[in-house]
C-alpha cells in the first residue's frame, strides 16, 4: 500500500465549520493526489501535487484547498464545510506510472 | 479533458464464469490504463494495468485488452470466484505530460454467486 496513511479515518462536523484531512506518505513519492468518492461518480480528482509547494486544481477544486510543505504531507482543506462535500476522501501518491492510495477519510457535513 | 466511460454498472456472475468489463476513453493522446479492485469500506487497489504499446496484459486469472484504434480497453476475469466481488474502476492516463492525473470511469459492481 506504498505506506499511505490518513487522518482522521472518520470525522463528523458541522456546516461552515474548517476541516483539515491529513495524507502522509513515507516512499518519498513527488507526485500526490487528493480524490473525493461519491455513488456513480467514481473517483474524482480534487487537487494534486508535482513537488514540495508546487500543486495544481483538478476536476472537483471548488471549496477545497491544499498545502505540501514537506515531500511526504499533502494537507486537503474545506475552509467551510457543506453538505454537498460529505463523501470519502482518498489521497494517493504515484511512482512511475502507478497510483497507489491511502486507506481513505468518511467525512461528513451535517 | 479526458472522459472514461464504463460499462455495465453492475454485473452478476456463477462463480467458475467469466466477468467482462469495458471502457472508452476520448483522448487519444492517453497512454496508460489501470485498472482498480475496491471491495467494501477498503481502499481502490491496483489489480492490472497497460500502456498503449501493448494490446493485451495477462496476471493469472485476470487480462486486460487494448483497441487503441477503437479507443476501449476491457478487463477480462476467468474463473470468477467470490473473493472477486468488488468493484472494479477503469482510469485513463497521460502521464508523461498531465502529472500523471487518472480519469476514471464511474465503476463496475460484480456480484459473484456461488
Known amino acids: 500500500d506504498a505506506g499511505i496513511t490518513q487522518s482522521p479515518r472518520h470525522k463528523v462536523t458541522e456546516t461552515g465549520t474548517p476541516v483539515t484531512l491529513r495524507c502522509h506518505q513515507t516512499e518519498n513519492h513527488r507526485y500526490m493526489y487528493w480524490y473525493r468518492q461519491d455513488p456513480g461518480h467514481g473517483l474524482r480528482l480534487i487537487h494534486y501535487?508535482?513537488?514540495?509547494?508546487?500543486?495544481d486544481k483538478g476536476e472537483v477544486s471548488d471549496g477545497y484547498s491544499v498545502s505540501r510543505s514537506k515531500t511526504e504531507d499533502f494537507l486537503l482543506t474545506l475552509e467551510s464545510a457543506t453538505s454537498s462535500q460529505t463523501s470519502v476522501y482518498f489521497c494517493a501518491s504515484r511512482t512511475s506510472l502507478e497510483q497507489y492510495f491511502g486507506p481513505g477519510t468518511r467525512l461528513t457535513v451535517t | 479533458g479526458e472522459n472514461v466511460e464504463q460499462h455495465p454498472s453492475t454485473l452478476s456472475v456463477q462463480e467458475g464464469d467469466s466477468a467482462v468489463i469495458k471502457c472508452t476513453y476520448s483522448d487519444s493522446a492517453s497512454n496508460y490504463f489501470p485498472w482498480y479492485k475496491q471491495e467494501l469500506g477498503k481502499r481502490p487497489q491496483l489489480i492490472i494495468d497497460?500502456?498503449?504499446?501493448?494490446g493485451e496484459k495477462k496476471d493469472q486469472r485476470i487480462a486486460v485488452t487494448l483497441n487503441k484504434t477503437a479507443k476501449h480497453f476491457s478487463l477480462h476475469i476467468t474463473e470468477t470466484q467470490p473473493e472477486d466481488s468488488a468493484v472494479y474502476f477503469c482510469?485513463?492516463?497521460?502521464?508523461?505530460?498531465?502529472?500523471?492525473?487518472?480519469?476514471f470511469g464511474a465503476g463496475t459492481q460484480v456480484v459473484v454467486t456461488p
Open positions: 482510469a485513463a492516463s497521460r502521464p508523461t505530460d498531465s502529472w500523471g492525473k487518472l480519469q
Open positions: 497497460i500502456r498503449s504499446n501493448v
Open positions: 501535487s508535482y513537488g514540495v509547494k508546487d500543486t
